[in-house]
């Protein structure tokens, strides 16, 4: 029974963050659009509302969250993070950050950046800033179209980029060290940024009629997806630049995508009430997840404002995916199952992002950020040698592999 499900399996509240606030302070402003992890683990980000932006250090939350069963997550966290060029006395534990950014922010992301990844510009002989293996971004996207990139350890400001001509709705770097920055904006557009060249814009993609929301990196291909207003969920070639096909299912604005970790799946969340789950490299949908029963009629799609879903966020173990709604609920599903495995009240929810190791979902509101343990479960076999081998190939390949049709059955995520 669904309703026996949706009222015992209440995810375990971890801990919250507050913003700050004044009885003078208008809620209108005070939106927490996006929040984020930083790629090792280091460093929990948040808008607070009010041009404010919010760097703590992970390791700093799970022990003021006193929960003891967190206490072994936060001692795997090294307290040392050390910094290119700096002195000794900065090479201590990690500091909280509080930055003005001078706008309303919307979107949030941690780069970190590998030596050996060179700049796409090939000709330069000198850069402002010389990235090393240590180093950690934090871009942030405003309200007037400009994107501000900081030093997460110093909490400076190294850059200002300002070709968006509306709101930088979401940013996303490329995983693979290279400081490659891509900004989603309203006005229609993605650009593409090189920050190790002094943030260099090279490259502008096209193909969005409306606003676009939000952007995503496949994990281990160059594969790319964008999806916007008017349905749109656009899948990219990041090395030719040029669009690959357009995924097509959705009844509304589609506001948020994420690929699974072995980058086989793609989870795009929609104002139609829906989380389709794509095998991006077919263009088919494998799995849907509906935030109102019965699924409104495409025709009234557009009408379940109380459904509307505004983020969705993929696990690291590749089983488990998070959902956020405007019916004031945070949804665990499992890709295999129909209906969530755990759920967790929230009001005014905007956003949510798994932690790096999975063990945590935080979900911002109103300027505050709220935590959940997300759920522990054993992966099967077969979730387990698909993520292998998805980690390396595409689903043409599996499917064209010398090896009994079961087996390439049991490799492959179906419908």
């Known amino acids: ?36 992890f930083a790629p090792d683990g280091s460093y929990f980000a948040w808008s ?24 072994n997550v936060a001692n795997s966290i090294s307290p040392r993070l050390p910094r290119q060029n700096s002195d000794s006395g900065q090479k201590n534990k990690p500091c909280e ?85 891509v900004s989603a904006s309203r006005d229609k557009t993605l650009r593409v940024w090189d920050l190790k060249d002094d943030g260099f814009f090279f490259f502008l993609l096209r193909g969005h009629q409306n606003w676009v929301y939000g952007c995503a990196f496949s994990p281990f291909f160059f594969f790319f997806c964008s999806v916007g ?47 389709y789950v794509w095998d991006p490299h077919l263009g088919v949908i ?24 505004r983020s969705v966020s993929f696990s690291h173990d590749g089983l488990h995916i998070a ?8 949804r665990f599903w499992r890709i295999d199952e129909e209906y969530p495995v755990q759920v967790a009240p929230l009001n005014n929810g905007l956003c949510c992002t798994f932690s790096t190791d999975g063990s945590v979902l935080a979900a911002g509101q109103d300027g505050s950020v709220y935590f959940w343990a997300t759920p522990r479960q054993v992966s099967s076999l077969q979730h387990l040698c698909r993520m292998a081998i998805r980690r390396v190939m595409p689903t043409s390949q599996v499917k064209n592999l010398p090896v009994p049709s079961k087996v390439v059955e049991f490799l492959c995520y179906q419908i």
């Open 229 to 275: 207003a008017s349905k749109a969920v656009f899948l990219w070639d990041m090395d030719k630049y040029s669009m690959i096909r357009k995924l097509e299912g959705h009844h509304n604005d589609v506001v948020a995508c994420e690929f699974s970790p072995d980058g086989a799946l793609l989870a795009t969340a929609s104002y139609d009430t829906r989380v």
């Open 323 to 330: 959902s956020l709604a405007d019916d004031k609920m945070v």
């Open 48 to 71: 607070q509302g009010h041009r404010i932006v919010k760097l703590v250090p992970w390791s700093q939350c799970l022990n003021n969250f006193l929960f003891f069963f967190f206490l």
């Open 97 to 181: 950050h509080i930055i003005d950014c001078g706008d309303i922010v919307w979107s949030l992301a941690f780069g970190s950046s590998v030596p050996e990844k060179q700049s796409r510009c090939v000709n330069i002989e000198w850069h402002r800033f010389k990235f090393g293996q240590d180093q950690l971004l934090l871009a942030t996207g405003l309200n007037n179209g400009r994107i501000k990139i900081w030093d997460v350890y110093t909490g400076k400001l190294l850059l200002n980029l300002m070709d968006h001509t509306e709101v930088v709705r979401h940013l996303t770097f490329a995983p693979d060290g290279s400081l490659i920055l």
């Open 1 to 36: 029974n669904f309703l026996s499900v949706f009222f015992l399996a209440r995810s375990r509240t971890v801990g919250e963050l507050l913003a700050p606030t004044s009885p003078f302070d208008k809620k209108c402003g005070r939106e927490n659009w996006t929040v984020a």
């Open 286 to 309: 494998l799995m849907e997840f509906g935030h109102l029963f019965p699924p409104p009629t495409p025709i009234f799609a557009g009408g379940a404002n109380d459904r509307w879903v």
